[in-house]
Each structure stands twice: as structure tokens, then as C-alpha cells.
């Protein structure tokens, strides 16, 4: 029992740096010299908290030092306490007398604390933080100083597939509401130290912990700075989602296009961070937010960089095309048979002609009714139960537009119109993109139904003239399409094979824009494969 109780303590102590550490300056609290004032102080600042646990014991031989550790119920590894941590601090055989320019606590630091992160405080209100924020406290009598012990733990939900981008090829790990998680499924993918992880604590009653994550080296100048600026301007009581923080932070708070590109795949930031991004990290939450980025950006899924280059770009050919039916096709229907009938088949018009014979509705009534009839069934679809919120979507769309048909309210090709536009939505790959293209549609399809096709043209231009006048903390919203860089149009609409992939897109990948360093043949040389 001695070898292996001593065994665990050495082992811990070694994993650890010997250099003491500095004991922070007192605050507006001090810690009091006595053990009961401060268990007192801190049941009356923890009261009615049935979660807040406080263990006195002793330590040292024959019990000579009085403490206790106090902590959050769930949010700390309970079996590492009991089974590590407490068998250590009551040894027994511990010689803890003060000795001449040798505190207690620095004795109880070399000795018992098997604990890698150790931070000694005079301050009970830096104390009390730490302990709300999941990490153990410890005690000593007649020393002014506390520890703070890092033994955080609890329940946490496993690492698994991200729900909202799965893929068919490439990693299957998604972010979770642990931030400490989440910044190792990073660290796992960069191995440097030049990847850097920045701490900052906002709200004031939830004191979340967001952190900006980028690459040493890589990441735009002034970025990390800029991105500090605006999140200490924060000024409310509490973050609970990243959501929070993006309509803090963003350019133009106002637009209906979201200028900052939340994920909850650690692969897509990773290569965010590859090109001079950075991401904000929120604890509690699984999704990150890349910023800067472009809309094109928000066109493009993790997937087309794990398939065939052809492939990739036929896909992001496919989602440009779906973008466009998504926007433009219930207005386009709604222009043609309301205004435009002439440019139409003469067949064509003579089969929409005897279908809407005896309708009540007017198209744009019609279309809009549907419309928006399919947003309350995806919407209901969502708060379902996952068992069966898909298959009551399908039915009720279903069984909806039938009815609607067969009562003679709507017309099938109003049907067919209305579905492909929701198919088409459903191919763009970020929720941020396809929400924007949802809010759009309405006000086009507005224009269309008073002003034909010139007032879906004129609403398609002020869409185009607001995007061109969006930046992401300084990044055009439309680059590398708009300006024009030639060199960018490789990773856009088209995505083209990794050994033509020289450069880091210009916006982002300035101080070091060549991720390879010289240009790599498609292919080795024939000698070389025996041809």
C-alpha cells in the first residue's frame, strides 16, 4: 500500500513543473486566516445552493492541520477525489510542520497535491470563481492562502457525428458543449504550438469562457486584436449560445446574411485556421464560429475536399444552380403566369391555362399560401420528436398538397414549384446560407407578384448591391468573386486538385500565402513508377 500510494504521488508531482507557483495578489476579499471564517463566508455566499458541497478533514500526522476542499456537485470528477486525491491528503505519515522560510501550504503544495494544475490564491472572490466554474477548492487552516485545484469533471455528452453537416466521407467527430473537448479535437488535428487558444470570460452572471483559436503566423494581422475589441464590448449578464455573441460582433448586425460562419465540425475550422482564419469558441455550446468568411464560403461542404476533385466541383456546380431555384424560382413562376404569359409554349400556356380553370386564388396567393404552409410543416417537423418529426413532414406535405389539389384551391404546377424550392433549399450545406435564401424568397415573390419580372430583377439587384457592400471584420462578403482575384476562383465555384492549390485564399492567407512550398506534379515521373 505504501510503494503504491507513494508511486501515485511521485508520478504526479513529476508530471508537473517543481516551480512554485505565484500566489496571486489579494483582491477586494481576502482569504481569512482562520478555516471556520472562511467556510462560513462562503455558506452564506452559497446559500440555498444544494449543489455546493463542503468536506473538512485533517492532514498531516496525528491530524495536525485542519481543511476541507468545497466544490459543485456534478461539475467535478468525484471518483478522482475520492479515490486519488483524498487518500493522498490524509496520509498520515505526511510531515507538514512549518519549518524556518517554509509555509505550510508550500509544504502541502510539494507533498500531497497530485494535482497537475494548481493555482494558489489570497483572493475569495477569484476563489469563488473558480469553484462556480467547475474546478475544486481546498482549505488550510491558519494560512491566508487557498488553493484551486484543477479536477474539473462531471457529465458531459460523448463526441459524435455533427447532426446538422453529416457527411458520407470524411470524420464523423462533432463538437460538444465542453469547450476544454472541443479545443482538443482541434489540437488533435494541428500538433504545433503555433496553434493558440486565447481566453476571455463573458457575462456577467454566466461568466462563460470564449475562446479565439488561431494559427501563429498565419492569421490575418490585427484580426485576433480586432476580434478582442469586440467581444470585450460585450457588455451583458449572460451567454448561453454562440448565437449570443454573433449578432454582437458582426459588421453589419442589421443584414439578413450572416457574416460570421458558425459549424459544429472541428474539420471545418481546422481548415479555416489552415487559410489565416480564426474561430470564437463558447463553452456550453457545439458550434464555433469562423470568421472572416465569404459567401462563397458558406456554399462549400467539408465533403468536397475528401472526394474526387471532379466530383467536388460538379457538387458545388450543383449547389449554385439549387441557390438559384431556392431564390429566384417561386417569384420567376409567379412573374410568367401573372404578367409574361407570352413567353411561354404555346402548349405550355394552353396546359397551365385549363389547369387553373376554376381556381379561386390568383398564382401569388397560391404560391405564398404553400410557401409558406411548407415552412409551419418543416418548422413543426424540427420540434417533433426525432423518431418521427421526418415522417409527419413528409405526410403532412403530402397529404396537404393532395387535398389542396383535389379541393381545387391550388394547382399541381404551383405543387411542383413549391417543392422544388424546398428540395433546392435543402442542398445548401450551412444552416446560415439556407436560412438567408428562406427569409428572400418572400420579398422576391412580393416583387414579382406587383411588378412582373422587372420587379424581380430590381429586387434580385438590391440583394446583389447589399451583398457587395457586406465585410467580415474587413473581408469583402463576395471575394474572391467580388473583387475579382483569379487565383481565388480555384476554391469557389469550382474546387480544383490539391497540387494546384498553392495559395491560401489573398483576403486571409497574406503573411504566409503559399501553403506548398514549390509546385507538385499531378503525378511522380515515370521513372520512379517503372513506366
Request: charged share 20%.
Amino acid at each position: 500500500m505504501w510503494k503504491k500510494l507513494t508511486g501515485k504521488i511521485v508520478s504526479a508531482l513529476s508530471a508537473r513543473s517543481r516551480t512554485f507557483p505565484e500566489v496571486q495578489p489579494p483582491g477586494e476579499k481576502p482569504i481569512a486566516n482562520t478555516l471556520a471564517d472562511n467556510q462560513n463566508y462562503l455558506r452564506e455566499i452559497f446559500a440555498n445552493c444544494t449543489d455546493f458541497v463542503v468536506r473538512p478533514f485533517k492532514l498531516g500526522k496525528g491530524g495536525s492541520v485542519e481543511a476541507c476542499i468545497v466544490y459543485i456537485d456534478g461539475l467535478i470528477d468525484k471518483d478522482f477525489i475520492s479515490r486519488n486525491l483524498m487518500q493522498t491528503l490524509m496520509f498520515e505519515d505526511a510531515d507538514l510542520h512549518e519549518r524556518e522560510g517554509e509555509p505550510l501550504y508550500k509544504r502541502v503544495y510539494d507533498r500531497l497535491l497530485a494535482v497537475g494544475k494548481v493555482t494558489l490564491l489570497r483572493d475569495m472572490n477569484a476563489f469563488v470563481g473558480g469553484v462556480v466554474a467547475g474546478q475544486l477548492g481546498l482549505f488550510l487552516n491558519s494560512q491566508s492562502v487557498c488553493f484551486i485545484l484543477g479536477v474539473t469533471g462531471g457529465e458531459s455528452r460523448d463526441v459524435s457525428e455533427a447532426p446538422t453537416e453529416a457527411v458520407i466521407r470524411g470524420p464523423r467527430e462533432g463538437f460538444v458543449e465542453d469547450i476544454r473537448v472541443n479545443t482538443s479535437l482541434i489540437r488533435r488535428r494541428i500538433k504545433s504550438p503555433r496553434l493558440k487558444f486565447e481566453k476571455l470570460i463573458i457575462g456577467t452572471l454566466t461568466q462563460t469562457e470564449v475562446n479565439i483559436a488561431y494559427i501563429e503566423g498565419l492569421v490575418m494581422e490585427n484580426l485576433v486584436q480586432e476580434i478582442k475589441q469586440r467581444l470585450q464590448r460585450i457588455q451583458i449578464d449572460g451567454i448561453v449560445e454562440s448565437g449570443y455573441i454573433e449578432e454582437f460582433i458582426e459588421d453589419t448586425p442589421k443584414s439578413v446574411f450572416g457574416q460570421t460562419g458558425p459549424t459544429e465540425r472541428p474539420d471545418r475550422v481546422v481548415t479555416s485556421l489552415l487559410e489565416g482564419r480564426a474561430a470564437i469558441m463558447v463553452d456550453t455550446t457545439p458550434f464555433a464560429l469562423v470568421v472572416p468568411v465569404s459567401f462563397p464560403l458558406l456554399m462549400q461542404s467539408a465533403e468536397d475536399y475528401y472526394t474526387r476533385f471532379s466530383f467536388g466541383t460538379f457538387m458545388r456546380f450543383l449547389r449554385f444552380l439549387t441557390i438559384n431555384f431556392a431564390l429566384i424560382l417561386p417569384g420567376f413562376y409567379i412573374a410568367v403566369t401573372s404578367f409574361h404569359q407570352e413567353m411561354m409554349p404555346s402548349q405550355l400556356l394552353l396546359t397551365l391555362a385549363a389547369i387553373r380553370e376554376g381556381l379561386p386564388f390568383p398564382v401569388f396567393v397560391e404560391t405564398f399560401a404553400m410557401e409558406f404552409t411548407f415552412e409551419i410543416i418543416r418548422e413543426a417537423g424540427v420540434r417533433l420528436p426525432r423518431q418521427v418529426g421526418p415522417a409527419v413532414s413528409i405526410v403532412g406535405a403530402l397529404v396537404i398538397g393532395d387535398a389542396a389539389v383535389n379541393a381545387g384551391l391550388v394547382s399541381p404546377a404551383t405543387i411542383i414549384v413549391v417543392a422544388l424550392t424546398a428540395i433546392s433549399n435543402l442542398t445548401l450545406p450551412t444552416i446560415e446560407g439556407a436560412n438567408t435564401i428562406r427569409i428572400l424568397r418572400f420579398p422576391l415573390m412580393l416583387m414579382a407578384s406587383a411588378f412582373g419580372l422587372i420587379g424581380l430583377l430590381v429586387g434580385l439587384l438590391l440583394i446583389l448591391i447589399h451583398i457587395c457592400s457586406l465585410r467580415s471584420f474587413g473581408v469583402p462578403y463576395l471575394a474572391p468573386i467580388a473583387p475579382l482575384q483569379v487565383s481565388g476562383i480555384k476554391d469557389t465555384i469550382i474546387r480544383v486538385p490539391w497540387w494546384l492549390m498553392r495559395k491560401r485564399p489573398l483576403q486571409t492567407g497574406k503573411r504566409d500565402l503559399y501553403r506548398q512550398p514549390v509546385k507538385p506534379k499531378g503525378r511522380p515521373p515515370k521513372e520512379e513508377t517503372g513506366q
